[in-house]
């Protein structure tokens, strides 16, 4: 298997702050538009959420949670035309629960996210023959 090495990029970062109600996933997708970031990852995100929406891993289907939930973690990379998020999120016992992130999460009180952005590189998706989906394919702007 080939692994493609990239070049040293210097990174920037932007603050975001989602607002009850809002769905995560379209809010991300808005802002790396709005600011036209070609190479974004998130580099931290504290919050709550009211609905989760996942997918586990090796399913096809989203396993939707409604409650109260912590954001525990949010990792992954995004750009304009795709993104790969894992998220994880605490229940009211402190049960942790994680997976792919789909549409239909749900800010509770606030989500603070910090994504960073590295600078040389363009970021995009395609098909992959070894896992079957769409894969990160990372190019020198």
Known sequence: MNHKISTYSNARFLALRLY???ELLSSLKTFIVEQNLQAAFIAGCVGSLTDVALRFAGEPDTTLFSGKF???SLIG???QQGEHLHLSVSDGT?????G???PGCT????LELVLGELEQLRFSR???????YEELVINNR
């Open 20 to 22: 009850p109600g809002q």
């Open 70 to 72: 912590e954001v525990v």
């Open 77 to 79: 990379t995004l750009e």
């Open 94 to 98: 402190g049960k942790v629960t994680g």
């Open 100 to 102: 792919h992130i789909m």
């Open 107 to 110: 800010v509770r009180t606030t």
């Open 126 to 132: 395609q098909p992959c023959s070894h896992s079957g």
